[in-house]
């Protein structure tokens, strides 16, 4: 028998924080939902979409707009989003 | 380990206590010291942890200063790690090192420079990597999300042969005198090589390797994204037999850099992809000002150059990014 061998963590060793979505709306009337272009070609063209589709089945709809899609979307965009907003969907592109 | 996820595809070395001990011996810098807050998951990442990680790479104790620098230099919002790692895109970052320590820990910046066969080469820029994906969290899969991703996300870590350069360094063009030890990191593919066999006169060869750059990530982006050229020996012979400098290459090279974006428009050749119509009529240079990184590096022999395309540039995406390497 061989001893065996003890290895150091290479992990950060700390968990990240779970956190669950929120329960999907029944339905859309009277709630604000937020889309968020992530600033790429082409990722208003299925907002505006989208958008037409929201307000037809009675939601309000609030338009963001990340400043550049290669970073993560700015913590007061994050905030306002969820302050504002009782949904949302985020848009990719191309 | 494997099963752990600790790994990149390729066997590890196992961090024992001994190893990780003797790998932080060769840094004056604490092991419980941040060297930075690690992208994805932004959690501190230690001293310690790089060593772990550097060990599992299988780097030598004395390449831990380059890449605790690396580090440093790629979680800054500047370079954007997040992403660098999680743009569909497949770059990673491609670390280039100057000063003295390339010499002291045996980098290669000659025969096959950009391939294998150099422990250094091949682990500094694998620990790095590691780090980003142990301590990080960011694994394929996750928030890496590279459509084909490249080797540059494997690891790439080279050193400019500076020694037989009859140019100032890529780190003295970014500000560092000669004997500073520094890293500089690129958001960048993997490489391409450029052959020219034939010219024998900087002009020649200067036309020859803008056609080659103009084609760099796409033919139809303009200013957007960066390049990092790498001159061979033989093809730095051409410039240095003419007498040019770095700054009269650079100034001749972007002569032939100037793209006429009627011909790139969307739409124009059929061509779907392109520039908007806003753009119509104009003469841009195919790099913004300073998007254009060259060093000089390969075997004595080869009339050769590498062409390795960037990402998005600038505070729109990556900025290329160095930093001093201190022991």
Redesign the interface.
């Known amino acids: 028998m061989t001893e065996p061998?003890?290895?150091?963590?290479?992990?950060?060793e700390?968990t990240?924080g779970q956190r669950s979505l929120n329960p999907r709306p029944a339905e859309l009337e009277g709630l604000t939902v937020g889309l968020l272009d992530i600033s790429k070609p082409k990722g208003a063209v299925f907002l505006d979409r989208l958008e037409e589709r929201l307000t037809a089945q009675g939601a309000m709809v609030r338009r963001y707009a990340k400043p550049?899609f290669?970073?993560?979307a700015p913590v007061d965009l994050r905030h306002e989003i969820a302050t504002q907003c009782d949904a949302v969907i985020e848009a990719l592109a191309d | 380990m494997y099963d752990r996820g600790w790994s990149d595809g390729l066997p590890l070395v196992p961090p024992t206590r001994e190893r990780v001990l003797r790998m932080l011996d060769s840094t004056s810098r604490s092991g419980d010291e941040v060297v930075a807050l690690m992208p994805p998951n932004l959690v501190d990442c230690t001293v310690e942890k790089v060593a772990v990680n550097s060990v599992m790479a299988g780097c030598l104790p004395e390449y831990l200063p380059v890449v605790l620098a690396s580090l440093e230099a790629i979680c800054t919002d500047d370079f954007n790690m997040h992403g660098v790692l999680a743009t569909t895109m497949g770059v990673g970052p491609v670390l280039v090192v100057n000063g003295p320590i390339a010499t002291r820990i045996g980098m290669n910046s000659g025969v096959n420079v950009l391939g294998h066969g150099n422990r250094a080469n091949a682990t500094i820029g694998r620990a790095v990597q590691l780090v980003v994906r142990n301590v990080g969290g960011g694994a394929p899969g996750g928030v890496d999300r590279a459509t084909h991703g490249s080797m540059s996300k494997l690891g790439f870590c080279f050193a400019e042969d500076e020694e037989d350069s009859p140019w100032t360094t890529l780190a003295e063009d970014r500000g560092f005198d000669r004997s500073v030890d520094v890293v500089t990191a690129f958001c960048g593919e993997g490489p391409r090589i450029l052959v020219d066999q034939q010219s024998r006169s900087a002009e020649s060869l200067v036309r020859m390797l803008a056609e080659g750059l103009l084609a760099s990530v796409s033919p139809r982006t303009v200013m957007g994204m960066d390049g990092l050229l790498v001159l061979s020996p033989e093809h730095m012979a051409r410039f240095s037999d003419a007498g040019w400098n770095r700054p009269r290459f650079m100034e001749e090279l972007e002569k032939f850099l100037m793209v006429e974006t009627d011909g790139i428009l969307a739409g124009a050749g059929g061509i779907e992809e392109g520039l908007p119509p806003a753009l119509a009529g104009l003469t841009l240079p195919k790099f913004r000002p300073g998007g254009l990184l060259v060093v000089h590096a390969g075997g004595p022999a080869g009339l050769f150059s590498a062409i390795i395309g960037g990402w998005v540039n600038g505070q729109m995406g990556s900025e290329p990014t160095s930093r001093e390497i201190i022991r």
Do not use: E, G, N, W
């Open positions: 061998v003890t290895v150091l963590d290479p992990t950060s700390a990240p550049t290669t970073k993560p």
